[in-house]
């Protein structure tokens, strides 16, 4: 069994920045790749950013390409995503997520994952 747990959210202004991160317990996480999701009101969650086992490859979703960077310290079971030029459209609840699955896996779908945190609210406000 895995827990996570987000911290870091909060209210900031557009343009602004946040660096999230999620803290793993209960089993080393250094193995298995990760992503951040992030759900709006009225919204489905939607991928923001994952991050394969070894951190060698990270993949993006295009709103937030070139803005959000997405790493981990597995000494300390934490993964991070630096959150820079926010925008009020960023606006949402952001989950972190572990997949225990080996091999070829596509970080960037939800069906992979499971293990998910509780939540963070981010807020941008214009």
């Known amino acids: 069994q895995v827990q996570l747990v987000e911290s870091g959210g909060g209210l900031v202004q557009a343009g602004g920045s946040l660096r999230l991160s999620c803290t793993a317990s209960?089993?080393?996480?250094?193995?298995?790749?990760m992503g951040w999701f992030r759900q709006a009101p009225g919204k489905e969650r939607e991928f923001v950013a994952s991050?394969?086992?070894?951190?060698?490859?990270?993949y993006y979703a295009d709103s937030v390409k070139g803005r959000f960077t997405i790493s981990r310290d597995s000494a300390k079971n934490t993964a991070y995503l630096q959150m820079n030029s926010l925008k009020p459209e960023d606006t949402a609840v952001y989950y972190c997520?572990?997949?225990?699955?080996?091999?070829?896996?596509?970080?960037?779908?939800?069906?992979?994952?499971?293990?998910w945190g509780q939540g963070t609210q981010v807020t941008v406000s214009s």
């Open positions: 997520a572990v997949t225990m699955r080996s091999g070829t896996v596509t970080l960037t779908a939800m069906s992979v994952y499971d293990y």
């Open positions: 209960g089993r080393a996480f250094s193995r298995y790749g």
């Open positions: 991050i394969s086992w070894s951190g060698g490859s990270t």
